[in-house]
């Protein structure tokens, strides 16, 4: 059974750093994408980050390009979302998915993931 368990989120200051964890399991981790979503009240799941074996470049949105940092821990099967200076507009729900089918053009697109974590709050105070 594939899971994945997303952690970390939680209150911060605007400027501050956090750091999201999404441990996985149930699939070959090296044969998976995995990226991390976001969704604010009233708006759509959008991607924020995308790392992958399979795809040579790692996807940043534009919003958090030089801010956030994607990493991943082959050994322990977990993906990482380094937070860095957050902003108020950064508050959502992150959560983390896996696919194994994603290439460049669509692994920004939360319908390209079929396996989804619950989901964890981050909440960016000004």
């Known amino acids: 059974e594939v899971q994945l368990q997303a952690s970390g989120g939680g209150l911060v200051q605007a400027g501050g750093s956090l750091r999201l964890s999404c441990v996985t399991s149930g699939f070959n981790f090296d044969d998976y994408s995995i990226g991390w979503f976001r969704q604010a009240p009233g708006k759509e799941r959008g991607g924020v980050a995308c790392?992958?074996?399979?795809?040579?470049?790692?996807y940043y949105a534009d919003s958090v390009r030089g801010r956030f940092t994607i990493s991943s821990d082959n050994a322990k099967n977990t993906v990482y979302l380094q937070m860095n200076s957050p902003k108020p507009e950064d508050t959502a729900v992150y959560y983390c998915?896996?696919?194994?089918?994603?290439?460049?053009?669509?692994?920004?697109?939360?319908?390209?993931?079929?396996?989804w974590g619950q989901g964890t709050q981050v909440t960016v105070s000004s």
């Open positions: 998915a896996a696919s194994s089918t994603v290439i460049s053009s669509n692994r920004r697109n939360a319908p390209s993931y079929p396996y």
């Open positions: 790392i992958s074996s399979s795809v040579d470049s790692i």
